[in-house]
């Protein structure tokens, strides 16, 4: 379970920076690029603590 967790943020994180213009980043998108990285951190985590 929780590595599927962690696979699916990676992949939302890929998404993110592949959509992340040269110049100019939007501060969602930064925000939004801090949460998933915080979230990936958690769920990594918590995978380690269960393996």
């Given amino acids: 379970m929780a590595e599927e967790k962690v ?5 939302e994180i890929a998404d ?3 959509r992340w213009p040269a ?3 939007k501060p969602s998108m930064l925000q ?3 949460e998933l ?3 990936l951190e958690q769920a ?3 995978e ?3 393996a």
Avoid: D, M, Y
């Avoid at 696979?7 to 992949?11: G, P, Q, R, T, V």
């Fill in 7 to 11: 696979n699916k943020l990676e992949e």
């Fill in 16 to 18: 993110l920076k592949a």
């Fill in 23 to 25: 110049h100019s980043v």
């Fill in 32 to 34: 939004k690029l801090e």
């Fill in 37 to 39: 990285e915080e979230k």
């Fill in 44 to 46: 990594r985590r918590k």
């Fill in 48 to 50: 380690a603590e269960s």
